[in-house]
Nanobody
């Protein structure tokens, strides 16, 4: 069993930066990849970035060049560094893990990133 805990959500301004964290516990050695997703009000949840256990990263075009996914193995934590935040970025951000080729079926509580006017 793997448990994920997201943290770091905050009120952000356009052009600002924020770093989210996703801490894993339990059978962390079984994790083959971790992904960050988000869901804005009225929209479907969307995948943003993935980092594999080997450190390979991939991004959707929407966030490429602005967001960076990284990990600290010593802390079993995956981060999402978000820079140059845009009005479309406020959402609830979630992380999810993959074991082998199978993504976990459950979602955590998520991280609220709120835009300021």
């Amino acid at each position: 069993q793997v448990q994920l805990a997201e943290s770091g959500g905050a009120l952000v301004q356009p052009g600002g930066s924020l770093r989210l964290a996703c801490a894993a516990s339990g059978s962390v050695s079984s994790i083959s990849a971790t992904g960050w997703y988000r869901q804005a009000p009225g929209k479907q949840r969307e995948l943003l970035a993935i980092i594999t256990s080997g450190g390979h990263t991939s991004y959707v075009d929407l966030v490429k060049g602005r967001f960076t996914i990284s990990r600290d193995e010593s802390k079993n934590t995956v981060y999402l560094q978000m820079n140059d935040l845009m009005p479309g970025d406020p959402a609830v951000y979630y992380c999810k893990y993959r074991i082998g080729a199978t993504w976990s079926g459950s979602w955590g509580r998520g991280n609220q990133v709120t835009g300021s006017s």
